[in-house]
């Protein structure tokens, strides 16, 4: 059985830092794609980030790019993500996901597998 584990989250003021992080196990994870996405309350889950097996590609929302960061341990099956410079606005449920696939994709519905979340909320 596969389980995704994220931890990291918490309060921070605006212009702080967190990082989070995402545990996977249950399966063989070295032809997946791994990534971040988030859901603000009455919102759809979003994109942020993504990267390959290798770890040599990542893909970044517009949103976030140049202020979070992505990477990877593939011998841990592990995930972090780097959130730097937050504002309001990044303020929701972190959710790290697994698609079964050798291409990326930045649809929520075609990834697989979820964890249960982190939350992440950005003070003014």
């Known amino acids: 059985q596969v389980h995704l584990v994220e931890s990291g989250g918490g309060l921070v003021q605006a212009g702080g830092s967190l990082r989070l992080s995402c545990a996977a196990s249950?399966?063989?994870?070295?032809?997946?794609?791994m990534g971040w996405f988030r859901q603000a309350p009455g919102k759809e889950r979003e994109f942020v980030a993504t990267?390959?097996?290798?770890?040599?590609?990542?893909y970044y929302a517009d949103s976030v790019k140049g202020r979070f960061i992505i990477s990877g341990d593939r011998a841990k099956n592990a995930i972090d993500l780097q959130l730097n410079s937050l504002k309001p606005e990044d303020s929701a449920v972190y959710y790290c996901?697994?698609?079964?696939?050798?291409?990326?994709?930045?649809?929520?519905?075609?990834?697989?597998?979820w964890g249960q979340g982190t939350q992440v909320t950005v003070s003014s």
């Open positions: 996901g697994v698609r079964t696939s050798a291409h990326t994709s930045i649809l929520s519905a075609s990834y697989d597998y």
């Open positions: 249950g399966r063989d994870f070295s032809s997946d794609y």
């Open positions: 990267i390959s097996t290798s770890g040599a590609f990542t």
